[in-house]
């Protein structure tokens, strides 16, 4: 499975942004989705997540301002991001789940950067 992230930038504080994934290669089929972001000197951290059959979690820092979607079809996974704070600045990495084998595999991740 290969996933190619893109969307992110450079935003106002307060502003919005849009991150897609898609998801490509071999493979069955596609368990949960997701996103993880990782800030300078932190650890990575989950993000918000949708597993396949829609139900979400997200992270207390995000919750009420990002929401996360995906289209089974095309296999992508999206964040809607809005009332982006300074904090949200990060590298931002799309991540899947093969139910079949409970692989990980990981993006190659979006700069985002908010400005104050």
């Known amino acids: 499975v290969q996933l190619q992230a893109s969307g992110g930038g450079l935003v106002q504080a307060g502003g919005s942004l849009r991150l897609s994934c898609a998801a490509s290669g071999s493979y069955f089929s596609i368990g949960a989705m997701g996103w993880y972001r990782q800030a300078p000197g932190k650890e990575r951290e989950l993000v918000a997540a949708?597993?396949?059959?829609?139900?979400?979690n997200y992270a207390d820092s995000v919750k009420g301002r990002f929401t996360i979607s995906r289209d089974n079809a095309k296999n992508t996974v999206y964040l809607q991001m809005n009332k982006v704070k300074l904090e949200d600045t990060a590298d931002y990495y799309c991540?899947?789940?093969?139910?079949?084998?409970?692989?990980?595999?990981w993006g190659q991740g979006t700069q985002v950067t908010v400005s104050s």
């Open positions: 991540n899947a789940v093969d139910p079949a084998t409970g692989d990980d595999y």
């Open positions: 949708v597993a396949s059959g829609g139900v979400t």
